[in-house]
């Protein structure tokens, strides 16, 4: 399966994956949504900054998911991953503040990062909030 991450881009973070810097994504949410459950091992994942094209493309070499079961175990899952997702010089608060409330988080290591030639894409059927995206095939939403 092919996924699109869409990513806050005032959070900075396209830059940090292309650097190496941040090697995992997370996803927090309060039901559940994708990439719960559709998304494994050697997917694709294409990254892009909202209100811009695609530009980056990662294979995914890991993923986690949990049920959040009180704040304890969503502060020790922050603990683990906080500076692999929002790099070394990343601000803690922002996952801390993000997670609150969520009762779902996946995980997603990856490697093999590439910036590519950037396309756009039509959501059109994913809902216009959509921050993840599920395709068997990348060209069926390229536009």
Known sequence: MQHVAIMKKEWGLIDKVLSGEKVLETRWYKNRYAPWNKVKKGDIVYFKNSGESVS??????KVEQYEIQNEK???NII???????????????????YSKGKKYCIIVWFNKVEKIKPFNINKKGFGNMASWIC???INKIKI
């Open 79 to 97: 603990k683990k991953v906080w500076k692999d997702d929002l790099g070394k010089d990343g601000n803690k608060n922002i996952l801390e503040n």
């Open 73 to 75: 175990q969503r502060d």
């Open 56 to 61: 980056i493309k990662v294979i995914i070499v």
């Open 135 to 137: 395709v068997n095939d």
